[in-house]
């Protein structure tokens, strides 16, 4: 299955987000991702501890195959 994706190289470049952290992440073990739902349906993820950095975008049908996979 080809999944449509792509990505941004700065965050903040997608403006002005409401991001999430799991519930799961492990506090101080620093390997957690972030992922914000974008007004146009896509999901952006980025990694936490470089919020500015790149944010890797997918539609929200592929976002929850990924969780469904989980």
Do not use: I
């Not at 999944?3 to 002005?16: I, T």
């Not at 146009?40 to 470089?50: F, G, H, I, P, Y």
């Amino acid at each position: 299955m080809t999944v449509p994706s792509h990505h941004v190289d700065n965050a903040d470049d997608l403006g002005v987000l409401s991001w999430r952290k799991s519930t799961r992440s492990g506090g101080q073990s620093g390997q957690c991702v972030e992922v914000a739902y974008l007004v146009d349906s896509r999901v952006a993820v980025r990694d936490s501890k470089n919020p500015c950095g790149p944010a890797f975008l997918l539609s929200s049908a592929a976002w929850d195959g990924f969780r469904c996979s989980l």
